[in-house]
């Protein structure tokens, strides 16, 4: 009988090994808390050069977040909708930082989803997009007919369609949206007004840029740029961007804390830095007159494309 | 009978003494003076002050003989360094910084050579004869790899660079390299940071040109390619972090002098000076002199300075303290007297049995006066009693010493016991200083008994209004009254005492045990040799290390690379032959194949507008990294503030004349590129090291006259700490276990020396114990009489550790034990002795000596605690400290347990 016991329990081996593998693999993954941060066309948004900040974002949540007491955060960063859309599969996030061009393509649909706060940045609590042009270039929009636009490397061509951009001058129609491998560049040969090709067979400069707020702060900056352009046309009032819930964890309490955690940044040094690296003043709750009012146009334009 | 015996013997010697101050007291005095004139002589004149720390160190240490041995062979390896630093605010010097450097060390070098009969060899660089590549062989592969490996890395970039050597073309290079670097992961923070300066060095140097206020003719990418600064191609000796630079003096010391290194060391501070000024102080170079002989010198300068100045002070203090305790101030002045006829009678005795002096042994002065003092405060209180019964001086002389003189000579012999008893030990400059010490303290035993009575019997005798000022005592208006008089509950007392040994027990097993050994925190805190040894230890110290000495090539091979098996321990080792110089010039041939095959082409023509873009793009790239990393911001803003001049200058000048200008820049960037090719075969592509090309001044330093050969072993951990160096000692051992070297002596007289204190403080109980027993033959008594000893050490040990700032033993303050223990039982000695005579006034003048004894010994090594030596500081701590207690447990402790288990008289 004993023999018998043995031998079964014998060829029980290799499946309880199997067994005791899997429940250690799932007990690790329990254990790590994943977010993602996804800033298209940033070329500084790597995992190389924003380590240290999602190195202090993890450990803030670890620290201030109850949730996230006994687990291991780590933060992944994208700035490609192709390296983003990978990272929201591999990693399977509990949190994700997101523009609003992002929630609209790869999160609005998702079932267990939940918008928790907003993060207001460089001094606007919402996000618009801008045509610029050279000092002396077209004066509006519809000038643009036919002309070169070009934008930040990586972008959501459906996004700028549905929402950004009005019926009568949509891009690929109206003008022609190219992606700049480099905006400095251009905005160097628009304010040199050489848009010849200087006979060396390179492309020649674009018409106009299309700036999101970031980059448009970004350039108003810089002394040397701003004089010598000018605004032509600027979008509606867009979300700032946005941090997303996702997956089955979350509760109403949960969520609740998860805003008070951010809502507190300020008053403690390192989500004091952390803000200060965003460039902005804190989380706050998150619009949901505007949001909807965005959402809908996406929809509703979808339906009509 | 035995007593009898003993009281006539007692009684005899006091009748002699009484005849001999009171018959002959003028005779007894100018005998006295003229030894002592004697004395003062042979300490202005004969007695010289040894300084070699190695005269203080066993002989029978083997470690030391092999070390002596070594030296007799290779030459002695006491070096003075001369460190240049470089302004600490900067990431890393520059190359008109590293010029200025360079500078320094050569006027400082010149003028050294002026002087080889002091300084006999100055070493600034290993000078190579001809090109090669066997300077880079001496590198270790770490620092290879950290020099070639951007090339290897990048190679890519040179070949585009190659491609088409022109302006524009550098700066489209130079962006692609940010990018990669900013998105690189693998490179350091420090690699960074040397990259950006390097580029701002290169762009400072762009403007300048393009401005005419500059003919260099340095490009960006040169710039670049000088990034490791650590080699430098001239062979001067940089540090690893390239702060400092370091050259090295051999230095002979005159024996004959106080500060044998005195001359030298003067020399190459006014050298020093000379050279500081060659150099424009905008440079912000700094430099300062460190190593064994500066340490020592300094050392020596400031122990005599502290000793000279704490035996002068002491000695004021000392009388000051008894002229206020007496009222009056011509006993006490005599008796100060008496204290320097003692320490020139000391002087004496020192010239004739030691023949000379040490640092360490220059303590006893103190010693002696702190403690001589005593011998007279308590004679005198007790022969001012006398006279104050209205006893002649005779009579009062008589019974001072009827009353006191065997506890005099018990006490100062216990005292001089526990310090001769130090010269048992096996450290030679403990062992002398103990000798010295405890046969002054006899000596000046000797002086308050013949030499202060016969004083102050003559005074007296012929000043009989002087003694009208002296009052008897009356009770209860002194805290000795107090103590005398003491009537106490019983079981309360028990109480007390309970409660008390408890605390002593606490307190020892709650003491201070820890030993510090680290020389450097014993010199003073503000000397210059330290600070500039503790700048040359923060930039990685190469000034010690251990030696092992090999008779042939293969056994040294051997042993380096079991060395190179523990990097933990070991840093690396130098010696005549470079280590696995076949694996590095395997390395080497790698980099010289890669940069030899590269295709150099003539640049384009220039174009300032395509320069511009890609300057235009530069500057935005800093402008985002900037806004990306708040941390950069430093780093990055002067070579934006360049690069934004850059873009300025080439949006605002004439284009012709710019194209002139930076074509002339091309083309000698291009030449550049074909001399560094070359330079590459001649460098990298490395012969067989021969030893005959091997310069002379490492063969001198690596090679004995007999053909023996020396490895180097520098630690890898700061030495100076005991633990580091105990581990750095064993851990080599086991892999040659005849290393010897500064290192290995410290390591090896460091143990030494805390084994001969440790013997000494056992040694000094003995005696003392021993002495009592004879004295006494009472153990109670003996018991009774350590009581305040034993309670001092235990609360001395438990404040060392819990005082707010804690001290810790080491190698100066550890003396403090011994010494503890030779005044600590003089207090019970005499108040035992005192309860054993049945008679209130008896013990009243002992309590009252005592207080006051002690308070001139506090006084006398407080003077020390106030020392700029940190050791010697320490050590007039402990004793304050120590002494207290000691006080403390003499007026309370003691006579409470007398009164509890002593009967009075018996």
Known sequence: MKNRIKSQFAGCGPVLTLLIAFATIQAQENMTANYIVVKYGDEVATQGLAGGFLDNLAEYLGNEFSEFEDKVVRGHIANTPESAGTLLKSTNPVLAFVSIEFYLDHLLNKADMQVVAQVPRIGADKDRYYLIVGKDGPASLAELKNQTVRTKFAFSMPFLERVVFPPQFQPGEHFTLQAAENLADEIFLIIENAGGGFNTGEIGSASALLLDEELKHFFQEDELVWPEMKVIWQSDFLPPGLVVALGTSWNQKTILSLLTTFKKMQSTDLGAEILAMMQSPGFTPVDRNLLTKVTTRYLSRKTAK | ?906
Not at chain 2, 183 to 212: E, I, P, V, W
Not at chain 2, 414 to 436: D, K, P, Q, V
Request: include cysteine; proline fraction near 3%.
């Open chain 2, 1 to 906: 009978m035995k007593k009898s015996a003993k009281k006539s013997w007692h009684k005899t010697i006091s009748r002699y003494c009484e005849t001999l101050v009171v018959k002959r007291p003028i005779g007894t005095i100018l005998v006295a003076a003229l030894l002592a004139l004697i004395g003062g002589y042979i300490y202005f004149f004969e007695l010289y002050i040894i300084s070699d720390r190695k005269q203080l160190i066993s002989r029978n240490i083997e470690s030391n003989q092999r070390y002596l041995e070594y030296i007799e062979e290779f030459g002695d390896n006491e070096l003075l360094i001369l460190v240049v630093q470089a302004d600490e605010r900067a990431p890393q010097p520059d190359s008109q910084q590293r010029a200025a450097m360079k500078k320094v060390a050569d006027v400082w070098t010149d003028e050294l050579r002026k002087q080889p009969e002091i300084l006999p060899e100055v070493t600034k660089r290993i000078a190579w004869n001809g090109s090669g590549s066997a300077p880079l062989l001496y590198l270790s592969h770490a620092e290879l790899q950290t020099m070639f490996q951007p090339i290897l890395k990048h190679e890519n970039l040179l070949h585009k660079v190659a491609e088409n050597p022109a302006l524009h073309n550098q700066f489209e290079v130079l962006n692609m390299l940010l990018k990669n670097a900013g998105n690189d992961t693998s490179l350091s923070r420090a690699t960074l940071s040397s990259l950006l300066q390097a580029l701002t060095q290169g762009l400072r140097a762009l403007n300048l040109k393009l401005h005419g206020e500059s003919n260099e003719n340095d490009s960006i990418l040169t710039t670049l390619i000088a990034l490791n600064k650590h080699y430098d191609s001239n062979g001067y000796f940089f540090s690893e972090n390239s702060r400092i630079l370091t050259v090295y003096a051999k230095v002979i010391g005159d024996a004959t002098a106080g500060n044998r290194y005195a001359t030298a060391l003067s020399y190459a501070r006014t050298s020093l000076q000379k050279a500081l000024a060659t150099v424009p102080a905008n440079m912000a170079i700094k430099a300062g002199i460190a190593g064994m002989p500066a340490l020592e010198s300094e050392e020596l300068e400031t122990t005599r300075g502290d000793f000279t100045r704490g035996a002068v002070l002491s000695l004021l203090g000392v009388t000051a303290l008894f002229v206020l305790m007496f009222g009056n101030l011509v006993r006490p002045a005599l008796a100060a007297l008496c204290l320097g006829f003692s320490l020139a009678l000391t002087f004496a005795f020192t010239y004739v049995t030691v023949g000379h002096l040490s640092l360490l042994a220059m303590i006893f002065a103190v010693i002696l006066i702190a403690l001589g003092v005593d011998f007279a405060i308590h004679f005198l209180t007790h022969y001012e009693q006398a006279l104050a019964n209205d006893m002649e001086p005779a009579q009062a002389i008589q019974h001072t010493y009827d009353a006191i003189g065997s506890a005099l000579w018990m006490g100062g012999l216990t005292t001089a016991a526990a310090f001769l008893s130090a010269s048992l030990t096996e450290f030679i400059g403990l062992a002398e200083l103990g000798f010295i010490a405890g046969s002054g303290l006899i000596i000046c035993l000797l002086v308050m008994y013949y030499v202060y009575p016969a004083m102050l019997f003559l005074l007296d005798t012929n000043f009989p209004k002087l003694r009208r000022g002296i009052k008897s005592h009356k009770r209860g208006n002194t805290l000795s009254d107090k103590l005398a008089g003491m009537k106490t509950n019983n079981s309360a007392l028990k109480a007390f005492v309970l409660l008390f040994l408890l605390l002593i027990t606490a307190a020892f097993l709650f003491g201070q045990y820890r030993f510090d050994t680290n020389l450097l925190k014993l010199q003073a805190v503000d000397g210059a040799a330290n600070q500039w040894q503790r700048i040359l230890i923060k930039n990685g110290d190469r000034s010690l290390f251990a030696i092992g000495t090999f008779k042939n090539r293969f056994d040294m091979a051997q042993a380096r690379a079991s060395f190179a098996k523990i990097p933990g321990i070991v840093h690396h080792t130098d010696t005549l032959f470079p280590y696995d110089e076949i694996g590095k010039r395997n390395y080497l041939g790698s980099v010289c194949s890669t940069l030899t095959e590269i295709k150099i082409n003539q640049p384009e023509l220039v174009s300032i507008f395509k320069l511009k873009r890609q300057v235009w793009g530069l500057r935005q790239q800093l402008r985002r990294f900037r806004k990306a990393n708040a941390e950069a911001e430093t780093a990055i803003l002067p070579l934006q503030t360049e690069t934004e001049r850059l873009y300025k200058t080439l949006s605002s000048s004439s284009a012709g004349k710019l194209g002139k200008t930076v074509s002339t820049m091309q083309q000698a960037f291009t030449a550049q590129l074909f001399s560094a090719r070359q330079a590459a075969r001649e460098h990298l592509c490395p012969d067989l090291l021969k030893e005959e090309s091997i310069p002379e001044s490492l063969q001198r330093t690596f090679k004995s006259k007999n053909g023996q050969l020396a490895l180097f072993i520098y630690p890898k951990q700061n030495t100076w700490e005991q633990e580091s160096l105990q581990e750095f000692v064993q851990s080599i051992r086991k892999i040659e276990p005849n290393v010897i070297g500064e290192l290995v002596s410290l390591y090896e007289n460091g143990n030494s020396i805390i084994r001969s204190f440790l013997m000494a403080t056992l040694y000094s109980l003995a005696a003392i114990i021993l002495l009592l027993l004879l004295w006494t033959r009472s153990i109670e008594t003996v018991l009774f009489s350590i009581l305040p000893l034993v309670s001092s050490v235990a609360v001395l040990l438990f404040l060392m550790r819990n005082l707010p700032v804690p001290i810790e033993w080491n190698f100066t303050n550890f003396f403090a034990l011994p010494i503890l223990i030779g005044i600590g039982v003089d207090s019970g000695i005499h108040i035992v002795r005192a309860w054993h005579f049945n008679d209130d006034e008896t013990l009243r003048s002992a309590l009252k000596a005592v207080i006051l004894s002690t308070t001139t010994t506090i006084l006398g090594f407080g003077i020390l605690a106030t020392s700029e030596h940190m050791g010697v500081s320490s050590l007039g701590k402990v004793l304050v400290i120590g002494i207290s207690a000691c006080l403390f447990a003499a007026l309370t402790l003691l006579p409470i347990s007398l009164k509890l288990f002593v009967k009075r008289g018996h």
